[in-house]
């Protein structure tokens, strides 16, 4: 699965520069160095992840959460651009209620892939979600048949 990869690479990345074991080195050392290569790979990954959750009717929350943590802390800088252009893409009115949504998911969370960290992760992308869902509904949905599209389209 996609948390399993993830996991691994986030594992393999935080032990680079500890003695790794031979044997396991080289097909360690190619896989990562075509991620250095081409960090787009990842980055498409975690920007895919977070539109579903965002976005689409997202069946099985726990189970996108578990990659995305993996994937954002591989990926810091990349999840801290696609943020800020989230927010942008808000009318005003919505930027900061977004902003401190985005706050509120990074809330408490360490960077590690520990099972506490994961759940309290999985906790605040479940708030996350029913707030930008919240937003997307709008007060007047009955009234308004194009709310639903006005914080991805605007």
């Known amino acids: 699965t996609l948390d399993h990869i993830v996991t691994y690479l ?8 500890k003695k790794p074991r031979r044997g396991v080195v080289v097909n360690n050392e190619v896989f990562l160095q075509v991620l ?3 960090p787009e790979i990842l980055q498409q990954i975690l920007s895919t992840v977070l539109n579903v959750i965002m976005f689409e009717d997202c069946r099985n ?10 994937l954002i802390l591989l990926n810091e800088e990349y999840f801290n651009q696609l943020r800020e252009n989230i927010i942008r893409s808000q009318p005003p009115d919505k930027q900061a209620a977004m902003a401190q949504w985005f706050e509120n998911l990074m809330d408490g969370i360490e960077r590690n892939l520990l099972t506490k960290n994961r759940d309290r992760f999985t906790q605040n992308l479940s708030m996350f979600r029913r707030d930008i869902n919240d937003s ?4 007047n ?5 194009g709310s639903a ?3 991805m389209t605007s």
């Open 61 to 70: 929350q726990w189970s996108m959460s578990r990659p995305l943590l993996g």
């Open 141 to 145: 949905t009955a009234n308004s048949p």
């Open 36 to 38: 250095e290569l081409h």
């Open 10 to 17: 986030f594992k393999q990345l935080s032990q680079k520069g």
């Open 149 to 151: 599209n006005d914080m």
């Open 136 to 139: 997307l509904k709008g007060p």
